[in-house]
Nanobody, 126 residues
Framework: QVQLVESGGGLAQAGGSLRLSCVASERTFSGYAMGWFRQAPGKDREFVATINWSGANTYYASSVKGRFTVSRDNAKNTVYLQMNRLKPEDTAVYYC???????????????????WGQGTQVTVSS
């Protein structure tokens, strides 16, 4: 079973930056696409970004494209989310997730993920 632990959340001002990290416990981390999702109060969880097993392919929600960057270091079993030009509407709990998708494919739907982290709070003030 994969355990995922996120860190790096906190409070930022609009226009600022934060970097989230997610460390996976499982040695097969490198074989699967990884993703970031978020859930704001009173809203459904939504897709943010995904990266394939090698890190060569990425895909973003339109709301974060051009501002957020997902990356991974398979040697460290870690996936990152660099968040720049933050907006108050980015305020949410951010979740890292490990998918069932292998190869070069990406995973943008929550049903493609079988392991989730506990979440880390990101709050952006105006």
């Amino acid at each position: 079973q994969v355990q995922l632990v996120e860190s790096g959340g906190g409070l930022a001002q609009a226009g600022g930056s934060l970097r989230l990290s997610c460390v996976a416990s499982e040695r097969t981390f490198s074989g699967y696409a990884m993703g970031w999702f978020r859930q704001a109060p009173g809203k459904d969880r939504e897709f943010v970004a995904t990266i394939n097993w090698s890190g060569a392919n990425t895909y973003y929600a339109s709301s974060v494209k051009g501002r957020f960057t997902v990356s991974r270091d398979n040697a460290k079993n870690t996936v990152y989310l660099q968040m720049n030009r933050l907006k108050p509407e980015d305020t949410a709990v951010y979740y890292c997730a490990s998918s069932k998708v292998q190869g070069g494919r990406l995973a943008a739907r929550s049903r493609e993920y079988d392991y989730w982290g506990q979440g880390t709070q990101v709050t952006v003030s105006s």
